[in-house]
């Protein structure tokens, strides 16, 4: 589940200490100087805050002194990409999404990630799912194994990964279909969000495209299924199986 932080205090230092949050909600009847700082602090970090009913905070608050403020953080603390590539080994998969904003897909991602032996995800810290109990849930407890890094911008991220040696391929329509397509080495694997896919900017800065044929009247595939069938074919070329029996 997703940890609480209730009260005008504690979600204020949290703030400032920049712990993850997902959201804030603040009673409808609410205003005053210290609310302001804390939608002033939310709105620099990109932290979505909405507005309810006092009796809605009382119930997800369960019983606490909220003081009309409570804030919604991560089940798990968000990692460092820096952190991912020093326990990388030889030849590192990072799985990269953009724009993935169905929870659901996010965990069934992670699921595949690290059933597949990834060594991270990473997201961006706009327009995405962020991790919360519905990932965690969908994950099936992959979210408290697999690294996630939230940053402020893939394209840069995609460029220090560059330097530092991977081989970047992303999923989109009009690439190379993806069996015929070189995936060893160490390899960053970007896959688009539902509906738009791979945005432009990180197109240009992929050293591959790689597409997914499809033959019905469907134009694509879910983004879930789509990273699964891309991550395991960057297992089938290694002729890496991490676990052949599987666990269920």
Same mark, same amino acid.
């Given at each position: 589940?997703?940890?609480?932080?209730?009260?005008?205090?504690?979600?204020?230092? +949290?703030?400032? $200490?920049?712990?993850?949050?997902?959201?804030?909600?603040?009673?409808?009847?609410?205003?005053? @100087?210290?609310?302001?700082?804390?939608?002033? *602090?939310?709105? #620099?970090?990109?932290?979505?805050?909405?507005?309810?009913?006092?009796?809605? =905070?009382?119930?997800?608050?369960?019983?606490?002194?909220?003081?009309?403020?409570?804030?919604?953080?991560?089940? &798990?603390?968000?990692?460092? &990409?820096?952190?991912?590539? +020093?326990?990388?080994?030889?030849?590192? %998969? %990072?799985?990269?999404?953009?724009?993935?904003?169905?929870?659901?897909? =996010?965990? $069934?991602? =992670?699921?595949?990630?690290? $059933?597949?032996?990834?060594?991270?995800?990473?997201?961006?810290?706009?327009?995405?799912?962020? *991790?919360?109990?519905?990932? $965690?849930?969908?994950?099936?407890?992959?979210?408290?194994? %697999?690294?996630?890094?939230?940053?402020?911008? %893939?394209?840069?991220?995609?460029k220090q990964l560059k330097d530092r040696g991977f081989w970047v391929v992303g999923a989109h329509?009009?690439?190379? &279909?993806?069996?015929?397509?070189?995936?060893?080495?160490?390899?960053? =694997?970007? &896959?688009?969000?539902?509906? #738009?896919?791979?945005?432009?900017?990180?197109?240009?800065?992929?050293?591959?495209?790689?597409?997914?044929?499809?033959?019905?009247? @469907?134009?694509?595939?879910?983004?879930?299924?789509?990273?699964?069938? @891309?991550?395991?074919?960057?297992?089938?070329?290694?002729?890496?199986?991490?676990?052949?029996?599987?666990?269920?």
């Open positions: 589940m997703e940890h609480l932080v209730t009260g005008r205090n504690p979600v204020r230092e +949290a703030l400032k $200490a920049l712990r993850p949050i997902n959201k804030i909600i603040i009673a409808e009847d609410l205003d005053g @100087l210290p609310l302001r700082e804390i939608i002033d *602090l939310a709105r #620099k970090q990109g932290i979505p805050v909405t507005r309810a009913r006092r009796s809605y =905070l009382d119930k997800i608050a369960s019983g606490e002194s909220h003081q009309g403020v409570v804030a919604l953080a991560s089940p &798990v603390e968000y990692a460092e &990409v820096e952190d991912m590539l +020093a326990a990388a080994d030889q030849n590192p %998969l %990072l799985v990269i999404l953009d724009g993935v904003t169905d929870p659901h897909n =996010l965990g $069934a991602i =992670l699921r595949t990630a690290h $059933a597949a032996g990834a060594r991270g995800l990473i997201i961006p810290r706009h327009r995405a799912a962020p *991790l919360n109990a519905t990932v $965690a849930k969908a994950s099936a407890g992959a979210v408290e194994y %697999l690294p996630v890094a939230r940053v402020g911008n %893939l394209v840069q991220t995609i329509m009009e690439g190379q &279909v993806f069996w015929e397509a070189s995936l060893d080495g160490p390899v960053a =694997l970007v &896959v688009g969000g539902e509906g #738009k896919g791979l945005g432009r900017l990180l197109r240009q800065e992929c050293d591959l495209l790689v597409s997914i044929p499809m033959s019905g009247q @469907l134009g694509s595939l879910n983004a879930s299924v789509a990273a699964a069938l @891309l991550i395991y074919e960057v297992v089938r070329q290694r002729g890496l199986v991490a676990n052949p029996a599987g666990d269920g």
